[in-house]
């Protein structure tokens, strides 16, 4: 009997499973994520900008470091360290889950390649996130009005992650049904909710720390 080797340039099942119909549509879904993702950065940014301005404004004589380019990419960063914590952890080391795992069950050599593929499609959306971050982080480099505080740093890529479960759990675990946190169990929604509800409290502790180095810049200026 012949080797069997589950591999997109190598076994045509595989690839017709991969490039069907659903092709496109989950392509699409993986893309339109990262869209809203980006989006809520830009509020989050934009808002923050507007309370900086604002405060600035208010006192003409002081001269406040803005923490906004700092917290805006390490939100950045921690969208896309989320996503591979997320992919490693939970996808690769535990195997819990996979991109399309509840659509199309690994049950099979050829299913769990096709998953396999939409992880690494999924890995390669995080990957470009990181290194907009990192673009982003070395640009500040050439700024001298901007607060560089670690607690900014930690306390945005806090914000990141939790936005990024947040986004990807709602569109992907309860909208779109294409996984949930842990498949084989036989309570999957508390394992859902109990993944939004550890990212809502990932959100306020970042959101603390970012405002409580805020309040104190604000208070020695």
């Known amino acids: 009997m012949g080797t069997f080797f589950a591999c997109i340039t190598c076994n045509r099942?595989?690839?017709?499973?991969?490039?069907?119909?659903s092709f496109l549509p989950n392509l699409l879904t993986m893309l339109s994520a990262f869209i809203v993702l980006a989006i809520i950065i830009a509020l989050l940014s934009a808002a923050s900008t507007r309370r900086h301005r604002k405060y600035t404004a208010a006192n003409p004589?002081?001269?406040?470091?803005?923490?906004?380019?700092?917290?805006?990419?390490?939100?950045?960063?921690?969208i896309g360290l989320g996503g591979f914590v997320d992919g490693i952890v939970l996808h690769q080391v535990l195997q819990w889950h996979e991109m399309i795992s509840n659509r199309l069950p690994p049950n099979t050599l050829v299913n769990k390649s096709v998953n396999m593929f939409w992880d690494g499609i999924f890995h390669a959306f995080t990957?470009?996130?990181?290194?907009?971050?990192?673009?982003?982080l070395w640009k500040l480099l050439k700024r001298n009005d901007v607060d560089r505080s670690g607690r900014l740093l930690a306390g945005g890529m806090l914000i990141g992650?939790?936005?990024?479960?947040?986004?990807?759990?709602?569109?992907?675990?309860?909208?779109?049904?294409?996984?949930?946190?842990?498949?084989?169990?036989?309570?999957?929604?508390?394992?859902?909710?109990?993944?939004?509800g550890f990212s809502v409290v990932m959100w306020i502790v970042g959101g603390a720390m970012v405002r409580r180095r805020t309040s104190i810049v604000n208070r020695q200026s």
Not at 127 to 136: D, P, W
Request: glycine share 6%.
């Open 13 to 21: 099942q595989v690839q017709e499973a991969i490039y069907d119909r």
């Open 61 to 78: 004589g002081l001269q406040v470091l803005s923490p906004v380019p700092l917290t805006t990419a390490a939100m950045v960063l921690g």
């Open 127 to 136: 990957l470009i996130v990181t290194l907009i971050g990192v673009i982003l």
């Open 161 to 196: 992650w939790a936005v990024f479960n947040i986004v990807e759990g709602i569109i992907d675990h309860h909208l779109l049904k294409l996984h949930n946190v842990r498949e084989i169990t036989a309570s999957q929604d508390l394992w859902n909710y109990g993944f939004l």
